[in-house]
């Protein structure tokens, strides 16, 4: 089983999701709009579970339905978890074609005491393993 995450705007709630699916043991793929700097490459924990990809934002929407279709056939994933409205709007017909659950993270960036974030995220990760599996 695996996952796809966006990472479209923040990167705090994204990156605790991907890091507590992999601790569970559910591979994911992160798509990243845009290309940060090396610097910012490097601080990006790795694990062998997470696969982080850094699509280009000029590129980022109009493929974003592509790489659902190669994520949900090639790579098997059963979710893809989103944050911004206009994402779910292109996707879900595409979603439903690839029988792929999309799920919505609230990200709150840095607004959200940590406990608080992390109760989420724990809550979030229960949901995705329990229709997943």
Same mark, same amino acid.
């Given at each position: 089983?695996?996952?796809?995450?966006?990472?479209?705007?923040?990167?705090?709630?994204?990156?605790?999701?991907?890091?507590?699916?992999?601790?569970?043991?559910?591979?994911?793929?992160?798509?990243?709009?845009?290309?940060?700097?090396?610097?910012?490459?490097?601080?990006?924990?790795?694990?062998? !579970?997470?696969?982080? $990809?850094?699509?280009?934002?000029?590129?980022?929407? /109009? #493929? &974003?339905?592509?790489?659902?279709?190669?994520?949900a056939w090639v790579k098997k994933v059963?979710?893809?978890v989103w944050s911004n409205r206009r994402?779910?709007? !292109?996707?879900?017909? $595409?979603?439903?074609?690839?029988?792929?659950?999309? /799920? #919505? &993270?609230?990200?709150?960036?840095?607004?959200?005491?940590?406990?608080?974030?992390?109760?989420?995220?724990?809550s979030l990760s229960d949901s995705i393993?329990?229709?997943?599996?």
């Amino acid at each position: 089983m695996s996952i796809l995450i966006l990472c479209e705007a923040g990167w705090r709630d994204a990156r605790e999701l991907s890091l507590e699916l992999a601790r569970r043991g559910i591979e994911n793929f992160v798509l990243v709009k845009g290309n940060p700097g090396a610097e910012v490459k490097a601080f990006i924990t790795q694990h062998k !579970l997470i696969h982080n $990809y850094f699509i280009p934002r000029w590129m980022y929407r /109009v #493929r &974003l339905p592509s790489f659902l279709f190669f994520f949900a056939w090639v790579k098997k994933v059963k979710a893809c978890v989103w944050s911004n409205r206009r994402s779910e709007g !292109l996707l879900a017909p $595409y979603a439903r074609l690839c029988n792929v659950k999309l /799920v #919505r &993270l609230v990200e709150e960036g840095n607004k959200m005491p940590l406990p608080e974030m992390h109760a989420k995220i724990q809550s979030l990760s229960d949901s995705i393993e329990a229709f997943c599996r």
